[in-house]
């Protein structure tokens, strides 16, 4: 990349919240400003549940990067995967290219944390990317398909089991949006008793969404389990098949869908001399958000420890990008950057069955209200005005009939086929009643 003589140099790695504040802050700031990202679009993480449960289409939760940066004549983007990052030599490096920094954010954030458990990175489905979303949404309409004209009894209800692993709010959302799932998709499988589709969430700890005070987490699992969903708590997954999945406990469980939420760490590119890490290879920084030895590098959101404790939501990477902004600013003109303080606007869950729960200063809230909040809350920092009218209209269409719009399979079928004695009974009974009757 050219740039002016004396220009300095920020690059920003990933267009997460993170990146893309830091990056949207930076302009007019006099330095070059490069973004870069894996992706061509921005994600928004929140909702990505939805589109996993056919609720709302993928292109909704994501926002071409150019788009969002191209009133701003500093600001630049890159997409390509960083490969290596060398603090020594002020270099980053991706497949292509090796690029120098005068200062560096990472914002690159956080990839499932598969805990060591056999099968999981195998089998397990997770759900950070829109593609992981995408491959879900298609294989639970795949199993729905598969268990309408499957015969034996044992195999059907395999496929019409689904295990959340994970009680915190990503295992929460699922299971409520799963619920209203497989309520409105009845009438399209008339074939098929939707009521024998059995949703699972197991947690670890002894209650769901522990980030949370701990009456928020009784009612959602009383309001889940009026819901019809199995909430199993204090119980860990020891190992998982392509169609079980096996508790610490002792019992196994047939299903063809594990889905795994159970806890997140931070993504890291290979770094040349790697920094102070703290849990879950979080990158430990200063109250500046600076790395402890690096000060021309800053790190935030999921993939930052700071001083203060904070538990890997959104708003936090927002206020982080704001903040290095801010630092960067200061350093470019010679100032010590400053200290960064976290102001909690509040929590929001949404359970399902038009229920959330939230939390808002001392103010515990429960029912339709913090559904309600949770609704207008992604719908405002959703980015694009067309994203926001797809998706109202989506939750309109899903929320007010009881429908889901987005039927369709998008991929060859993911299961491996039965074998053929299991399946051609069904199939060759279709097929007698739809050909013409021999001459
Ligand atoms: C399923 C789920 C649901 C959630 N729901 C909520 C919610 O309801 N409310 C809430 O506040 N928070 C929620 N969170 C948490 C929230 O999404 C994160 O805290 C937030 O995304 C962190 O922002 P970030 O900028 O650190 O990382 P991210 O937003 O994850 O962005 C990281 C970016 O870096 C890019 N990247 C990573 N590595 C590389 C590389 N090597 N090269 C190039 N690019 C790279 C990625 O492509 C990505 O675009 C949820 C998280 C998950 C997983």
New binding site residues.
Partial sequence: MDRQPNQLRIVV???????LQTAQSLSKSGAEVLL????NY??F??L??QVAAAQVPPETVAYPVRTLLRRTRNLRFLQ????RVNFAQRQVETREAVIAYDYLVL????QPQHLGIPGVSEHGFM???LAQAVALRNHLLHCFEQAERETDPQIRQRLLTVVIVGGG??GVELAGTLVELKQALRRDYPGLDLGTLQIVLVQSGDRLLPNLPARLGRYTTRKLRRLGVNVHLETRVSRVTSTTVTFAQGPTLGTETVIW?AG?EA?L?AVATPPPTGAKQKLKVRATLQLLHEPQVYA????AQGEEPLT??????LQQGVAVARNLRRQLRGQAPKSFHYFNKGRL?IIGGWAGVGKIGPLLLTGWLPWLLWLGV?LVYLPGWRNRLVLLLSWLQSYGLGDRPLRLILSSPPLTPPPPSQRLPAIAADRASLDPPAE
């Fill in positions: 790695i990933g267009a997460g919240f993170g990146g870069i990202d894996r992706h921005h994600t993480v929140p990505l549940y390509a995967e960083v490969t914002a690159t954030g956080s759900l950070k990317t709010p990503t939420a997140l993504a590119p935030i959101g999921d993939v890997g939501v959104a708003p936090e990477a869950a992604h």
